[in-house]
């Protein structure tokens, strides 16, 4: 089984300020990993995802995020973030090998004040 | 219409109501999922289906009854439910159940129990 802590409920930053979103999660096997957004009153939106290769991935809205092995870890980050990136984030893993059957952490609210 | 859809956006249902969510595929996807989305909770998997039959069912309360007639439609029938099922119900898709594939997400039907 998988399981995926997200330590930050929540995280204000000012506009134009870097954030990084910190995502850890535990498994018996390897694993992929996902990052979804979700704006107010819509689904989950598909930010980037590590299936293997390069550690470090970039996906849609200038996020990026690194697969630490060692350390269990796949942080989001982005270097300047705009009010529109209001937002909960989720972590997510599923197993490989394996179904896709994600499983997800408790999200993590993005607050961008002027 | 693009993407997956939902119906209803939302529902207000009594204790004693039957009603169903809808959920479509736009995707040529052969996979789909339904997600329950409390407050504070992570994202619960409720049912998997792959090419129309159902390979998981997560512990789900008997008066949740999914319906898969085609890999494009989903439907998840309600009765009798209890205040407590007040959520926002996700459906999702993937290309299949391989491992490592996105699943992409509707904007899902806020539900109320009275």
């Known amino acids: 089984a998988q399981s995926v802590t997200q330590l930050d409920s929540q995280v204000p930053v000012f506009e134009e300020a870097p954030v990084e979103l910190r995502c850890n999660y535990s498994?018996?096997?390897?694993?992929?990993l996902f990052w979804y957004v979700q704006y107010p009153n819509q689904g989950l939106q598909l930010l980037l995802k590590?299936?293997?290769?390069?550690?470090l991935v970039k996906g849609i809205n200038g996020f990026e995020a690194e697969f630490n092995k060692s350390q269990t870890s796949f942080h989001l980050r982005k270097p300047s973030v705009h009010i529109s990136d209001t937002a909960e984030y989720f972590c997510a893993v599923s197993p490989e090998p394996g179904y896709s059957t994600l499983t997800f952490g408790k999200g993590t609210m993005l607050l961008v004040s002027p | 219409e693009t993407g997956v859809t939902q119906t209803p956006r939302h529902l207000v249902m009594g204790m004693t109501n039957k009603k169903s969510l809808k959920c479509e595929q736009h995707?040529?996807?052969?996979?789909m999922y339904w997600y329950k989305q409390s407050a504070k909770k992570p994202l619960e998997l409720m049912f998997v289906y792959n090419f129309k039959e159902q390979t998981e069912n997560n512990s789900v309360p008997s008066r949740f009854s999914p319906e898969c007639p085609n890999s494009s439609h989903l439907f998840l029938h309600l009765h009798t439910l209890q205040p407590e099922d007040s959520a926002l119900y996700l459906c999702?898709?993937?290309?299949?159940?391989?491992?490592?594939?996105?699943?992409?997400f509707g904007p899902g039907t806020r539900l109320t129990v009275l």
């Open positions: 999702a898709s993937s290309q299949d159940l391989g491992g490592g594939r996105p699943q992409f």
């Open positions: 590590y299936l293997s290769g390069s550690t």
């Open positions: 498994s018996s096997v390897s694993v992929y």
């Open positions: 995707l040529g996807h052969n996979a």
